[in-house]
């Protein structure tokens, strides 16, 4: 029931802890327990809520890592959308790592933790069962997707020229080659194992015909480390997350193999979930976090906002890093470098509350589900979820969509979906994912552990 299939937990957290170090290259994050920040709110107009909607509390505890998922909380905070909804002592608390985040909700907000978040996928499943918490079970209900987009595969300068793109199949057998002519094995790196940035990597390297668990070493590692060891050649793949491409880049460490975007258009990405016990002690509360992270999405994806998002996430109390660094990606420009076009479409760089598919903040089911289905596919957690029927149960227990929809009508919002299941998902390799029927998806997959 180990989350931590490659290494043992405490060498995990040992190696995690060291993503700290990344301050001095990016991120500004140090702590555990968390970092409290926050700035002076944009004051907004409060709502006129109901003696019905006065949430139950006025204070919550939410985690960050500053990187774009976080925006909706950090814009929420800083424009006041909180505050508005009756929220008035909401703490954003920046996390050192994921490891850290995952700790700090075990603990709790009353213990010095945090009561919820943003996070990978499907890490609030797997708290839930205690999978990645040595068998602490933490409940958790998934209540929004925070943004779709803003990741992507980031290759060693090492590489260049050898045609490794989008399509991976044109140099599988460089990749393959490595052991003979360098002694090694091609070295891969995400941020968390069995979450989003891992899923990504593994669905693009076996997608051209690339075992990730046979024909090259992939792994957990911090950001610093990795891009360390891109720069000095012995890390050849990163997949990371915005706003990491532009250093990349700019910094000539690599180039950027695909963007997420390229790999599954409108994916779904981070979400904010909360432990279940605060969520059933406070769902007036919980319906109020809801509507203003909701107005935060919708105010951030005006062209016309942008601008004064970057400001905001990027100053020192959240990310601390050079706006510069942030304008590219907000304005879907990317430079992938190696010879590669560069991308010049806010569609295809962070959306938070509509893309070319639908909402964006609404959880579906259905890609609960096919987080849980490639855990299954790659044989993680076979113990805990050996099965598809097991994973829908899962979704079903974490799932919160009724607390989404219910807080979107009572704060008037439109866009909102009339079904679980966003329907029939498209890879960039024409594979299929219909979750009426995963077990389909999972035999039309040549490379898997299922």
Request: aromatic content about 10%; some cysteine; charged content about 25%.
């Amino acid at each position: 029931m180990s989350n931590f299939s490659q290494y043992s937990r405490r060498k995990f957290l040992l190696t995690a802890s060291a993503s700290a170090a990344a301050a001095v290259f990016l991120k500004g994050c140090v702590g555990n327990p968390p970092d409290t920040t926050g700035g002076t709110s944009e004051k907004v107009e409060a709502a006129n809520l109901s003696a019905d909607q006065q949430p139950e509390t006025t204070k919550i505890k939410l985690g960050y890592i500053p990187i774009v998922e976080s925006a909706p909380l950090i814009v929420a905070k800083e424009k006041g959308f909180f505050a508005k909804y009756g929220m008035t002592d909401v703490e954003i608390s920046k996390q050192a790592n994921w490891a850290s985040a995952r700790d700090n909700v075990v603990i709790g907000a009353e213990g010095g933790g945090i009561d919820g978040g943003q996070w990978q996928m499907p890490m609030p499943h797997l708290i839930t069962e205690g999978i990645i918490t040595n068998g602490r079970k933490v409940p958790m209900y998934v209540l929004a997707q925070l943004v779709t987009h803003g990741n992507g595969i980031a290759i060693s300068k090492a590489h260049l020229g050898k045609d490794i793109g989008v399509d991976v199949s044109k140099a599988a057998d460089y990749i393959k080659s490595l052991p003979k002519t360098q002694g090694r094995k091609f070295k891969a790196a995400y941020t968390f194992p069995n979450a989003n940035q891992d899923f990504w990597i593994r669905y693009w390297l076996a997608a051209g015909g690339v075992d990730p668990d046979k024909d090259i070493d992939l792994l957990a590692v911090p950001p610093a480390e990795t891009v360390q060891g891109m720069r000095n050649g012995t890390m050849d793949a990163f997949s990371t997350g915005d706003p990491w491409p532009y250093r990349i880049i700019t910094e000539d460490i690599g180039y950027m193999a695909a963007l997420t975007p390229q790999i599954w258009k409108y994916h779904p990405e981070e979400y904010l979930a909360i432990r279940a016990d605060w969520v059933d002690k406070n769902p007036k509360a919980t319906k109020a976090v809801l509507k203003a992270i909701m107005e935060a999405q919708q105010w951030i994806d005006q062209d016309q906002n942008r601008a004064t998002v970057v400001k905001m996430v990027a100053g020192r109390s959240y990310f601390n890093i050079p706006e510069k660094i942030l304008e590219s990606p907000y304005k879907g420009f990317y430079k992938m470098g190696n010879g590669k076009p560069d991308i010049k479409s806010k569609d295809e760089g962070p959306l938070y509350w509509k893309d070319g598919k639908g909402n964006v903040s609404y959880p579906y089911k259905s890609h609960d589900l096919w987080f849980l289905t490639e855990s299954i596919r790659w044989g993680f957690h076979k113990d805990a979820i050996p099965d598809i029927d097991t994973a829908k149960k899962i979704v079903d227990k974490v799932n919160r969509e009724d607390l989404w929809i219910e807080a979107a009508k009572d704060a008037g919002f439109s866009d909102i979906p009339t079904s679980t299941s966003r329907g029939v998902e498209t890879f960039f390799d024409g594979i299929t994912y219909d979750p009426e029927n995963p077990e389909a998806y999972l035999k039309s997959l040549k490379i898997k552990k299922v």
